[in-house]
């Protein structure tokens, strides 16, 4: 089970860019799943974006053109680009990444992205 660290939260106006990272202690190069969550005040966590082997990426439709997950398994790390803010994207963002069937997935710390209007 790989460990996770986040980075790269703070606090941005509305339209602006952040780039999330995700550093994993071990391989993710063939990892099974590797998503990130968010969960606003008041809400129930929800997946923001997913990548799974065997499957197109996968989106919730509130950052549909706007957020873009990606990995470089050279460096061991899982991205969120996310493009054109919105006051409501405002939340702690988590990453988990499930390396295979036989291993649990993994959680990071969270990181909080705040966005004003």
């Known amino acids: 089970q790989v460990q996770l660290v986040e980075s790269g939260g703070g606090l941005v106006q509305a339209g602006e860019s952040v780039r999330l990272s995700c550093q994993a202690s071990g391989s993710i190069s063939s990892a099974m799943v590797m998503a990130w969550y968010r969960q606003a005040p008041g809400n129930q966590r929800e997946m923001v974006a997913r990548?799974?082997?065997?499957?197109?990426?996968y989106y919730v439709d509130s950052v549909k053109g706007r957020f873009t997950i990606s990995r470089d398994s050279a460096k061991n790390t899982v991205y969120l680009q996310m493009n054109s803010l919105k006051p409501e994207d405002t939340g702690v963002y988590s990453c988990?990444?499930?390396?295979?069937?036989?291993?649990?997935?993994?959680w990071g710390q969270g990181t909080q992205v705040t966005v004003s209007s």
């Open positions: 990548i799974m082997r065997g499957t197109n990426d």
């Open positions: 988990y990444v499930r390396t295979s069937i036989s291993v649990a997935g993994s």
